[in-house]
């Protein structure tokens, strides 16, 4: 099982940042998928998810409006589109998937069966 996520990188506020992360070893086809992110001296939180089998989806309220998470299940593959990014957004996100269905609780780190490496983001004031 791997979760590999890519697409993290430098911008201005403002800016735009597409997040991508692909799955193997497994099938999408159930539970959800989705990103965490961890600014430096915080606690990890779930930041938005998506179910694979019917597409229902959760954002934290601090994107709401912001950012858009969809999925591939024929590429086994999840994409959060970051726009209107803000310094505040600058953190570690992590790519993660649970056997539970996407819902608001996918914000507790407590409930993730697998992580990916971490991919930066960095939001320039």
């Known amino acids: 099982v791997q979760l590999q996520a890519s697409g993290g990188g430098l911008v201005q506020t403002g800016g735009s940042l597409r997040l991508s992360c692909t799955a193997s070893?497994?099938?999408?086809?159930?539970?959800?998928i989705g990103w965490f992110r961890q600014a430096p001296g915080k606690e990890r939180e779930g930041v938005s998810c998506?179910?694979?089998?019917?597409?229902?989806?959760y954002y934290d309220e601090s994107v709401k409006g912001r950012f858009t998470i969809s999925r591939d299940n024929a590429k086994n593959t999840a994409v959060l589109q970051m726009n209107s990014l803000k310094p505040e957004d600058t953190a570690v996100y992590y790519c993660a998937t649970r056997d539970l269905g996407c819902s608001s609780s996918y914000y507790w780190a407590s409930t993730i069966r697998d992580w990916g490496q971490g991919t930066l983001v960095t939001v320039s004031s």
């Open positions: 070893g497994f099938t999408l086809d159930y539970g959800a």
């Open positions: 998506i179910s694979p089998r019917d597409g229902s989806t």
